[in-house]
């Protein structure tokens, strides 16, 4: 048996335990727990801190006390002290962690703000024509009202459609088309239909792949 000549606050709680399943001696815990009378002397000298988890693990079911009430039982205002260096260090994780969310979001914004520039970018690069030309023509169309509009279409048109191919965008009708009325599609104007009733385009509408834009504004044929 070790030595015990050093304090030992623990004794009473550690028999008092032994008493209520049965075991009359520190050797007999110790064979029924398999952990050494060193490591049993450690928990009644109140050093709980010093013992292996996996001597507490074997204790708590001999005892028949959760692992959790076992260290609360056996703690010291020493291990207590312990414990507040771990919580400082798990602070500073946690600021840390902090740290490196808003240098992420930081850089998801940066990413974002590029990739818009870049969008911007090659938009303008697809409308130069009709940025370059629209001015002009406009401003001839009101110094001289009889121009044929005819003339003035092509600058916007052109560049829209290109944009438009650009970004995977599709109309579903052309203007004036007659076709069968799919309220998926088509929302009326005026007068009533039914699904797979003539209806005419009066205003087109658009696809990207497979998500619905805008839906095509027809009226009742």
Do not use: C
């Not at 002397?41 to 692992?67: A, D, F, I, N, T």
């Amino acid at each position: 048996m070790p030595n015990t000549q050093y304090p030992i606050p623990n004794t009473q709680k550690l028999q008092n335990l032994m008493q209520q399943v049965g075991i009359s001696s520190f050797k007999a815990l110790s064979r029924a727990a398999g952990v050494s009378e060193r490591q049993l002397l450690r928990l009644r000298q109140g050093k709980l801190e010093q013992m292996r988890v996996e001597v507490l693990l074997k204790l708590s079911p001999v005892l028949q006390m959760p692992l959790s009430e076992l260290v609360t039982t056996f703690s010291t205002v020493e291990l207590l002290q312990e414990k507040t260096a771990p919580t400082q260090e798990l602070l500073q994780e946690i600021a840390d962690l902090r740290t490196e969310y808003d240098r992420s979001q930081q850089q998801i914004e940066q990413q974002q703000e590029i990739l818009l520039q870049e969008l911007q970018q090659s938009s303008l690069q697809l409308l130069e024509s009709l940025l370059l030309q629209w001015p002009t023509a406009a401003q001839k169309a009101q110094e001289n009202p009889q121009l044929a509009a005819v003339k003035i279409v092509p600058l916007v048109q052109k560049p829209l459609e290109k944009l438009l191919q650009a970004w995977g965008v599709e109309v579903i009708a052309p203007v004036g088309a007659e076709l069968p009325y799919d309220p998926q599609l088509h929302q009326l104007m005026e007068g009533t239909a039914q699904p797979g009733q003539k209806v005419k385009v009066r205003y087109t509408g658009y696809l990207q792949g497979e998500k619905l834009l805008y839906r095509a504004k027809v009226s009742a044929v």
